[in-house]
């Protein structure tokens, strides 16, 4: 029952309460340990597909009243669920290692950036650990280099390093958060560092909704310094 793609309990209770996957049930387990996502924020949820984390993040904005927006961004067409989402929740379909972080800021409510950036972008593997890690690393390399740089030139440029920072550049409002999934590999020790020594707090999280089978896992980082 715990192969990939089995029917199992998340799968269940995903259908139960109207989740559109059993991914919803990761974002819940690090945002009740973690508290990522504070009333009114404002959100990037890239790789957005199927719309499971869109759904946890606007709930988690709290009522209507209390603002915030959740912004979904992947290669594929998302609908906006229709149930757990509402009018703060919208979506775009575009390539992200394509998109210019300035264009992904007017997006925001204040046009300048967002509070917490989620990715769960995955490549599509190949079945070779080392080469899914590799290619697991550059979208989470991409995604620090978003929330960092107003620069598209240096994402698209850049292999292996971040550029120089300033507390106004990029996507990632100063002591915003993120969170980006990887598979784990022989560079997840080194992401970690490169991602200690531009947040207040960075940790590895591997949520219980996580299959058996897969080598996924969640980096945290609170407080952009």
């Known amino acids: 029952m715990n192969g990939a793609g089995a029917p199992d309990f998340f799968f269940r209770e995903a259908k139960r309460l109207n989740f559109v996957a059993r991914s919803a049930f ?4 690090i945002q009740k340990k973690y508290g990522i996502i504070t009333r009114g924020a404002s959100v990037l949820d890239l790789g957005c597909a199927p719309g499971a984390w869109l759904q946890v993040a606007c709930q988690c904005l709290g009522p209507l009243a209390r603002g915030g927006a959740v912004v979904g961004v992947d290669i594929k067409k998302v609908k906006v669920p229709p149930h757990h989402c509402d009018e703060r929740v919208r979506t775009l379909s575009a390539d992200v290692l394509k998109t210019s972080p300035r264009d992904l800021a007017k997006l925001s409510p204040t046009g300048m950036g967002f509070s917490v950036i989620l990715s769960d972008m995955c490549p ?6 080392s080469r899914d890690a590799a290619l ?10 978003l929330a960092f740089s107003e620069n598209p030139e240096e994402i698209l440029q850049e292999e292996d390093t971040l550029p120089p920072l300033t507390s106004k550049e990029g996507l990632l409002l100063p002591e915003g958060s993120i969170v980006i999934k990887l598979l784990e590999g022989e560079d997840s020790s080194e992401f970690l560092q490169l991602c200690k020594s531009r947040f207040k707090t960075a940790t590895w999280f591997r949520p219980k909704a996580t299959r058996p089978t897969s080598r996924e896992i ?4 609170k407080g952009r310094k």
């Open 136 to 145: 697991s690393a550059e979208l989470g390399l991409c995604t620090l280099k």
């Open 124 to 129: 599509s593997v190949s079945g070779i650990s």
């Open 218 to 221: 969640y980096l945290i980082c």
């Open 26 to 29: 990761k974002l819940l387990e």
